[in-house]
């Protein structure tokens, strides 16, 4: 870690993506964080979701001004660099109104699928980035099956009839997705099977159990996708909270694992799982599940949400959690909605963040704080690197990566409201860095 070689850049709420210079250690500074030689998981990249509302929003943009939001997200020499990202499958609770892919009443044949509304929204939002970048891994998630498989008979709130003619359907709806995908040239990578498990909401949803997620990739997802041909792989997610009908008298975030602990102990079940997808409340669940089954490969699949304001208070929290999913062991972090108008009110009325926000009136994008926190992660840490090892008062607040060309990545947030001092070894040099209140800083330098 030569000090002339180091490229370390800042963000405060004031000045953000700044260059700044790093100094050698004083006389009276020790190191505070030191790179171990540890290395753990491997890292398959950042993303977001398309969302037909993001879309929508990019629409106030000129040509020029939308080509450079999507060339910042997706180009490989952009400012993130997206190589993950995730689509609805039907509506999700940021679509422009409600609809699954068969609405016909019952078509267990999958006679009337059809992803023709998506061809207006999602299908273009997803080939401007595949332009962009042709190597994108694309997973996708139902927020709810189609309401004639449900009970009671509607998008939000209800459960899938547990009825085999059903089952089998379902599993049919899926096979035809991808399908119908990659005859529109885009390939569907995985499939998660359920956007937030345990939600019962007023938007899209569809309540599982544990048991149910087993049953139904064990004995009607895993084989329908061997029966058609399909390598694309299945993911156990997206999980949210613990599993809502385990009758546990006190729910401990022991209890948040439950439904991994209950697919994965099957091994009819698991030999069809590819990795578990972890978003919200199921950051209590990530560590606990790493553990048991570090064979397998996971996600964040959905960045927490915020309430439209976009603060660089809400900003940190969202560092934190980039932090303690890195930490405990996910290959990816996915963000939600990647732009959204100002405000981001749903066609439900909940509003929430966004990377970027577009005005309707001037036709413009502005960067929001959590922006530059994902490009913090996203821009200096490449697909395929690993995660390594920290130790020192500060490796609370940093994440530490060595990229496939040996470079070495340090991502560090000072949560006070001082300057601190950071002393940074890699076990032979040392540096000394300012980091100013309440910043996030990427700190690199080239293999030696």
């Not at 210079?21 to 890292?43: H, K, R, Y």
């Not at 401990?252 to 439904?259: G, L, N, P, Q, R």
């Amino acid at each position: 870690m030569n000090i002339s070689s180091i490229q370390w850049t800042a963000s405060t709420q004031g000045a953000r993506w700044t260059s700044k210079q790093a100094a050698p250690l004083g006389a009276n500074d020790g190191s505070n964080l030191t790179l171990t030689e540890e290395a753990f998981q491997t890292v398959e990249g950042f993303g977001g979701c398309f969302n037909e509302l993001g879309y929508a929003a990019l629409q106030h943009l000129s040509d020029k001004g939308r080509g450079e939001v999507l060339h910042a997200l997706f180009h490989p020499e952009g400012e993130h660099r997206f190589s993950i990202c995730r689509l609805p499958i039907g509506a999700s609770d940021y679509a422009l109104e409600w609809y699954s892919h068969n609405e016909h009443d019952g078509d267990y044949a999958m006679e009337h699928f059809s992803i023709e509304r998506d061809r207006k929204y999602l299908i273009p939002y997803i080939k401007e980035a595949l332009k962009l970048n042709p190597d994108l891994t694309l997973f996708a998630s139902p927020w709810s099956p189609p309401t004639w498989m449900k009970f009671p008979k509607a998008y939000n709130y209800g459960t899938l009839r547990w009825e085999k003619d059903v089952l089998e359907a379902y599993a049919l709806y899926f096979v035809k997705f991808v399908q119908a995908y990659r005859e529109e040239g885009i390939t569907i990578h995985q499939i998660h099977v359920q956007n937030e498990v345990a939600a019962d909401q007023k938007f899209p949803s569809c309540l599982w159990t544990g048991e149910q997620l087993k049953e139904f990739i064990r004995d009607y997802l895993g084989p329908a996708f061997e029966k058609h041909g399909l390598d694309t792989e299945i993911w156990l997610g997206t999980i949210n909270a613990p599993d809502p009908w385990q009758e546990l008298t006190k729910k401990t975030t022991s209890d948040y694992d439950v439904f991994a602990a209950v697919v994965l102990s099957d091994p009819d079940a698991y030999k069809y799982v590819k990795g578990v997808g972890y978003q919200w409340a199921g950051k209590y669940a990530i560590q606990r599940t790493v553990q048991s089954y570090p064979e397998l490969r996971y996600m964040q699949t959905e960045n927490e949400c915020g309430d439209g304001n976009n603060t660089w208070d809400y900003a940190k929290y969202v560092f934190n959690l980039y932090q303690h999913y890195f930490t405990n062991g996910v290959n990816a972090y996915v963000y939600w909605n990647m732009a959204l108008e100002p405000k981001g009110r749903s066609t439900w009325g909940w509003e929430q963040n966004a990377m970027i926000t577009v005005d309707p009136a001037s036709k413009q994008a502005v960067n929001n704080p959590e922006f530059y926190v994902m490009k913090h992660f996203a821009n200096a840490v490449r697909p395929g690197s690993k995660r390594i090892g920290l130790r020192g008062p500060w490796a609370g607040h940093a994440v530490a990566f060595r990229n496939p060309d040996g470079e070495t990545v340090v991502v560090i947030a000072n949560p006070f409201r001082d300057t601190r001092v950071l002393t940074l070894s890699d076990g032979e040099d040392e540096a000394r860095f300012e980091l100013e209140p309440e910043s996030f800083h990427t700190i690199k330098w080239p293999k030696s």
